[in-house]
């Protein structure tokens, strides 16, 4: 595919909003749809992935706006939290989201019991790594699958180009590693308070409000934590290879700012829809990329990822890339 | 010897490890009713306990001939560019006997079915389970058995039960409830480092982690990291996961409620730790299977000396794999901004 298949119109950039108040925050003109909520942690504060009486009005909002509207939904339910899961899987298709997010298999057969036909986006712990695996999803409802960031390019439009999904490409933001059902800053946090509720669980003072970090000084090794999930230190960045994502078809891009700042939500989302713009015009002149400024805002550097075949915290200019 | 786990009259089977032929016969041997063996870059370990063909094909002939039921372990995701070389590893494999696999991608389950009809499938513990509907997911795909989570006990098999009739499989080892535990929803080691394989049989892909079949996971969620709100000020030292402990209160309880298999962790531990492992287990599922000893205080000592042997070896490996990180599979370190680092 050549990127004269391509134009602004089929081109989707997105990225995810946990609460109201970063809704307020945040400006998301940049972006042309939102995934609401937090996806790793049902206690975050207004989190819209736990909170179905948040919905409406959020949804109405970006919809009002001329943006699509995605709801996450937990991705690692346990049997205790299955009710609270489906309280709010009753209130979202009630609702006109443009899709609902699921990283969860079980969650996927509930939907699939209810008669779903709400498309269904498969988030980045669904474990998508073969065609194979799309083609079952498929038969789910799911529409769009988020790669499991190991993937690489070259896989990635090997999936999008042999099955009937559509793919989501992350360019930018931190690539999350692992995620948990427990809370490690909460279970290790000297600033937490250790309080248990009568059900027996730890009551959380959201010590995740601060950057917590990982690091092994052997090898310089820093990984960011925000409590349930882990992320890489660096941020992954494609922005000075977006031409060459775009000439390979892909249009659904998406900027992962959990746990990020309003400012840093506005810039990225300047700057890819800015870098966006320039490799599809037909006359533009060369200009920054804007890495500079995007490597102002990753305290731990960039990375591309695994999508050039590397270790993820790995970084190919785009001289190397032409170079290769 | 032991029945076969064919037999509907022997409702647990002990699942043993067989990181190498030496491994597999000590463990049929010693008494296991099944045998679990990943082939070279096919089943998330480093080489040296995974086995190439020919040494996988003996160990199903020996495991067969002797009741013993050949598992194959092959539960990388593989790349969707090598998906027919995972497909011709199951029908190499189940021709020559295996009576089962345990694997981690979705979409290869109901590949395996239309080549193997009646084959048996586990779900690997990498395919990061949650909670009962996902074993009803399973189940539905045509899944025969699930492993369940390390942090699941009684209270979760009975959900389980009430959800889904998918066979049951658990690992040898203790609930535990902190820490990051999250076999299958983790990639921290190859964003930091990996090996892939240039060596070795058929397996030649970009893969990343051990998890899509890179030479080993350095396992760095089990060494010490500092921990702390700013990089720069000093940190606590900690793991990010708790050590596991051996089984054994749990297991009368998990028999009566019709656990299918009990498998037995250590690939990649010394064969003589195995074959003692497999005795005792053998010894301790026989006294309550047919009601000699159901009281598991009585083997407290003796699991406490294997326990010990166990942690030595543990705590061995991820020295080793530590080492190997720092030494193996250098990679380009080029970045933009002045702020990257190594």
Redesign the interface.
Known sequence: MNNNKIDLSSIELSTNVANPKQLRQCDISAFDAIYLGDFSCMDYPNNFSSHPELLADAVAEIHNAGKKAYLRIYATPGNEDLPEVQAMLDAALALPFNALEVHNLGVLRMLKERGNSTPIHLGVFGNLYTDATARVLKDYGVERVYPNPELSLKEIVYIRDNTPVEVLFPVHGKIPLVISETCFIVENSQCATQKVNPRGKLVCDFPCNQDYWLNRSNGGWVLKDTGRMTLSGKDLCMIEHMPELLQQGLCCFYVQSHGETPEYVAETGRLYRAAIERALATDALPGPSGVETLSQLAKEGLCNGYYFEGAGQTYVGREQRLGA | MNASALDPNRPACLLAPAGSLEMAMAAVDAGADALYMGPLGWSRRPSESEMNDDDIHRAIDYANARGCEPRIVLNT?????E?DAWLDKVRLFGGWGASGFIV????????IREILPDTQIHVSIG????????????Q??GADLLIIPY?WGET?ID?LKATSNIGIEVFLFETV??????P?????S?????RDWNEGEGNHS????A??GAKECYR?CQ?????????DEP??Q?K?RSDARLMLHQLPAFIERGVQFFKLSGRERPTEMIRDLVTFYRKVMDGILDGSQTDMRHYETELATLQQRWVKAKSRRVGTLMAR??GY?E????????????
């Open positions: 995701f593989p790349s969707p560019l998906m981690t991608d979705i979409g290869t389950m109901p590949l395919s990061g389970i949650t909670n009962a509907w996902d074993g009803r997911f399973y539905h795909l942090r979760e959900q409830q902190t820490g990051i535990i999250c299958g929803r983790c990639i921290m190859s964003y930091l480092k990996f970009f893969h990343g982690s998890n899509r760095v060494t010490h990291w500092g921990h702390g709100t700013e990089r940190h606590q900690l990010l990180a720092k599979g990679q380009p370190a080029l970045h933009a901004g002045t702020r990257a680092h190594g």
